[in-house]
């Protein structure tokens, strides 16, 4: 730095300013590079990509496939918003690669044993995706149950001369059984209090004796208790194998014909065959679901021409205020991947 400051010639002024110019130069060169998926960077993300830039040089998907030796060497983080995918093949043009910063919680999607089995880090973005996702949940529930969206449809449409009766179903004093009583879980549960409605819930561990009375929760140890009893039962699981298929034939057939079912956790948690079939024969009144297998579903899915089921396209924690807490959360974790720091939200293989 001191051989190039000499370089530069003129007055005090000019030289000032070469000073500054050449710090901006070497800090710009001192930054680590990430991949991005230009699906994220174009998209999704659009608006927060900027953020990430101000730490990172940033390289597309597709320029790093087109030109794996000049770029893959070169980056030392992943950024992760379902794209890109991070599989063998990627991971094997990425020699340097320190860290997969996850935006979400959510990990399903990623190999973490394998990963990790390549001393790469791994992180997501907890904590900061609670309320967005619980108030999508809530906002599910009531739209299925008073029929928001067949009541915009009837006041739109300009063939209906008449207002129709839209019997909806009653919120407040209803029972919501709370499948997974984690951090969004218990947020659900909050605003359920202030419906006034009966809290149950099912988790794999109970919670403390103070969380319950804060919020009103009944424990059911027996999931099949929860869903013999609940108006609404609302899935708020993570995607293991041990919740994958979770609610099936049989769960379904526990369930009030009246009751509802609402998904914010992941498709798969979900028989979807079986979904269709229990909603067709009035097994259950109706489903409510911001996720599904797959995203989106294939245009001629049942699922998708039953008037008693609401579908959202996985819009959970898709705020302005949330994506922005992720996705300074992601670029924290990543940076301190790169300079060899405790990640403030890694996650280990299990």
């Known amino acids: 730095l001191f051989f190039r400051i000499r370089k530069l010639h003129g007055s005090q002024s000019m030289l000032k300013y070469g000073l500054i110019s050449v710090l901006c130069q070497v800090m710009a060169e001192d930054k680590p590079w990430a991949l991005i998926s ?15 830039a101000e730490h990172f040089h940033l390289v597309d998907h597709k320029d790093l ?19 890109p995918r991070v599989e063998r093949s990627l991971l094997r043009l990425l020699p340097s690669l320190k860290v997969v910063a996850n935006g979400g919680v959510g ?11 390549l001393g790469v880090k791994v992180a997501n973005t907890p ?19 008073r029929k928001i969206v067949e009541g915009h449809k009837v006041a739109t449409d300009p063939e209906i001369s008449h207002k129709p009766f839209l019997m909806g179903v009653e919120v407040s004093g ?21 419906f006034d409605m009966k809290i149950l819930y099912h988790n794999r561990s109970r ?60 498709g798969l948690v979900v028989d979807q065959d079986a979904l269709v079939k229990a909603l067709q024969s009035g097994t259950i009144g109706a489903a409510a679901l911001d996720v599904t297998h797959p995203e989106p579903l294939p245009r001629d899915h049942p699922l998708l021409h039953l008037p008693q089921v609401l579908i959202t396209p996985h819009i959970g924690t898709s705020t302005y205020e949330t994506t922005r807490k992720m996705v300074e959360r992601a670029v924290e974790n990543a940076l301190a991947a790169v300079k060899g720091l405790p990640l403030p939200d890694e996650v280990k293989p299990k």
């Open 107 to 117: 990990i399903d999607h990623l190999d973490v044993a394998y990963i990790s089995s």
């Open 65 to 83: 496939l087109q030109n794996p030796l000049l770029y893959g060497p070169k980056i030392q983080a992943v950024f992760v918003w379902y794209y």
């Open 174 to 194: 209803s029972t919501v059984g709370i499948v997974g009583m984690g951090r969004i879980g218990y947020k659900v549960a909050q605003r359920s209090r202030g």
């Open 207 to 266: 919670r403390s004796v103070e969380d319950e009375e804060a919020v009103g929760a009944t424990y059911c140890q027996k999931i099949d208790d929860l869903l013999r009893e609940s108006d609404f039962v609302v899935l708020v699981v993570n995607l293991t194998a041990e919740t994958t298929g979770l609610i099936g034939q049989r769960e379904l057939s526990l369930m009030k014909p009246t009751a509802t079912l609402v998904n914010v956790s992941r």
């Open 38 to 52: 230009e699906k994220v960077k174009d998209v999704y993300l659009k608006d927060f990509v900027k953020l990430m």
């Open 127 to 145: 904590d900061v995706v609670n309320n967005a996702t619980a108030d999508t949940a809530m906002g599910l529930l009531l739209a299925s149950a």
